[in-house]
């Protein structure tokens, strides 16, 4: 029986490509993946096959606890279960103290959970102490004591530690910058299903940054960070599928798929695709002109003038529509379904 509980925020470090205006956006921070989610809380699955049934019930209720807002209830098994060197609650109470659940914010304390944890091998102990070091938060900022936490946690199999280390080797933090070591790294964990590590490695091979540029390799980290939920991904691989030509309908439903999660990049290379209807993607001039509408509203290049373009040629009627509809559009999540699949 798996206990599962919600993901924190690991983030060390945000790698920016410094892309054009029409060209793929930098990745986000880690946090991104996490929204709308509680980032302060983070536990490994607990199997009872590995774990005292006693612990694990106990660790359920205090997640259950958690759940409810009773951080009181929450620490006060945590304490009890870390008392008896029990890693996943050393580790939960460091993130109570780094984030101030149920306790004063305390970020001295907090390393010291984190520490504890450690030692009993838990790879977010590691991952969140290193931040720490980056930020010098209760501890000594030193980012070169927060590249080896990472590389400790990454030999646990971390995918957010292999991730952070791509992005800290892409800026030079703790390290000299190296691109193809940040490859390296971002592989590691975009093999494990890490979103954001499949979106920064397609990106470097489609830019042919620190490694050589290999279109086929793109497209297909794009897939697994599509598959992964990210809508960067979603938007990288409709916006290649479109450029290579070689599955424009499939690509333009990445983008719409991006397009709705509210990247602006995928908005207006999705309307031109509506507008025109290039490569068999059925035109539908009402739809292009609502996502004109939204991309030019969040300052896409050249959307404010497609638009005024486009309407130039539509009915009021149906400029009406159009713009109704991009008033009531808001963003919704990458749906957690399989991606479109390439004819």
């Known amino acids: 029986m798996n206990r599962t509980f919600l993901p924190l925020l690991t983030m060390i470090a945000t790698v920016v490509f410094g892309a054009a205006a029409d060209d793929l956006p930098p990745a986000p921070p880690a946090m991104v993946q996490e929204q709308g989610q509680d980032q302060a809380l983070v536990l490994p699955d607990i199997d009872e096959d590995e774990v005292d049934p006693k612990t694990a019930e106990a660790f359920g209720r205090a997640g259950e606890a ?7 209830a929450a620490i006060g098994i945590w304490k009890r279960l870390a008392e008896a060197g029990f890693g996943p609650a050393l580790f939960n109470l460091g993130v109570m103290h780094e984030h101030g659940r149920g306790v004063r914010t305390d970020y001295t304390a907090a390393a010291d959970w ?35 936490l990472l590389e400790q946690a990454s030999q646990l199999g971390s ?12 800026k030079g933090l703790g ?6 070591e940040a490859a390296v790294w971002f592989e590691m964990a975009a093999e494990q299903g890490h979103s954001l590590a499949a979106y920064n490695l397609g990106v470097m091979y489609q830019t042919g940054k620190g490694i ?9 980290y794009f897939g697994v960070g599509a598959e992964a939920g990210d809508a960067l991904s979603h938007f990288a691989l409709g916006a290649l599928m479109v450029e290579k030509a070689t599955d424009m309908k499939t690509g333009a439903e990445h983008l719409r798929i991006a397009a709705e999660a509210g990247v ?3 908005q207006n290379r999705l ?15 009402e739809s292009a002109l609502m996502w004109f509408h939204i991309a030019a509203g969040l300052g896409a290049a050249n959307a404010a003038k497609n638009r005024d373009a486009l309407a130039a040629t539509l009915t009021e009627d ?26």
């Open 264 to 266: 602006v990049l995928a």
């Open 318 to 343: 149906v400029r009406k529509k159009a713009k109704r509809r991009a008033d009531a559009f808001r963003p919704k999540p990458v749906p957690l379904t399989d991606p479109p699949a390439a004819n």
């Open 66 to 72: 958690y759940g409810s807002g009773d951080f009181t």
């Open 114 to 148: 984190y520490r504890r944890a450690a030692l009993k091998e838990v790879p977010g102990a590691f991952v969140n102490l290193a931040r720490l070091h980056v930020e010098g938060r209760g501890v000594k900022r030193d980012p070169t004591e927060a590249l080896h």
């Open 159 to 170: 995918s957010e530690a292999q991730f952070d280390l791509g992005a800290a080797y892409m």
């Open 271 to 285: 309307a031109i695709l509506l507008a025109t209807g290039k490569g068999g993607v059925a035109k539908d001039p």
């Open 212 to 220: 050589e540029r290999d279109l086929a390799e793109a497209e297909r």
């Open 175 to 180: 390290a000299k910058a190296d691109p193809r």
